[in-house]
């Protein structure tokens, strides 16, 4: 009998695939890797087909359902290649830290460009707020609230605002992104103690958080839907993306784009930029514009050293 499952985490050269509740430990047939060829033929968040006792192994995945999302970054080991960190997300939860680490405007511009060109939804959650009392982290939350972004100003020490990521998560599908340090495991652990994930301090000297998680595993949440946690990321790429793709991964960005002179402007030095017109006229806020360029010279860093 074949079953349909989602795949919660890889044990060496098995999935564990959740079916209906049940958690199976599952092989992925052969041709199902011949057929991926350099794509990695099953990952976390996909929906499979499991034929249980079919095999001396027990049971094998049979097929892989067509991915609705995928996030992946050029793999640490070869940047030509796409590395997928999990399919089928729902949302991304950009996880930043109020202090220890500083909050990173550019790190979660990064990361939620990665999620609008992803065509995922996309939130932000700022941790630690119990670490500045005099609540300057308002600023860069007011920041992304005006871009239409739901924002949570939360603390995984006390339980502030815990209750309103609860409510984000339910039946969803979602991953927490985020440097190392700002306190994705021991939010997920606030949510559900049963989860148990190991957490880390914040090195002293460098300010950044140590790693903690060290695989990707779907967890399945008892009020309803998945959580992701994935390893810290201190540098996260943005695969398969083109200079002039970048804009559309920026909300007030991609509004303003088919007003400027050129098709094909990069609202850098070109004449009649209604971006960089809308920057001037605080339309736009600097420091998301300054992500912007930061990021797309990364992006022509890249492809030179391709």
Known sequence: MIETGIVLRHEGGVVIVDLGGDEVRAVVRKALKRAAGRRKAVVVGDRVDVERGGEAEGAVVVGVHARRTELSRPDPGNPRKEHILVANVDEVLVVAAARRPEFSAGIVDRFLAAAQLRGMDAALVINKIDLDPTGAYRTAAQRYRELGYTVLEVSAQTGDGIEDVRALLKDHVTTLLGHSGVGKSSIANRLDPALSLRTGE?????????????????????????????????????????????????????????????????????????????????????????????IL????????GY
């Open 202 to 294: 914040v090195h002293e000297s460098s300010g950044q958080g140590m790693h903690t998680t060290t695989t990707i595993a779907l967890l399945r949440l008892p009020w309803g839907g998945y959580l992701v946690d994935t390893p810290g990321i201190r540098a996260f790429g943005l695969w398969d993306v083109g200079e002039r793709d970048l804009g559309s991964g920026f909300r007030e960005i991609a509004a303003r784009a088919n007003d400027c002179r050129f098709n094909d402007c990069l609202h850098e030095k070109e004449p009649s930029c209604a971006v960089k017109a809308a920057v001037e006229s605080g339309a736009i806020d600097p420091v998301r514009y300054e992500s912007y360029l930061r």
């Open 297 to 304: 010279q990364t992006l022509r860093e890249d492809a030179v």
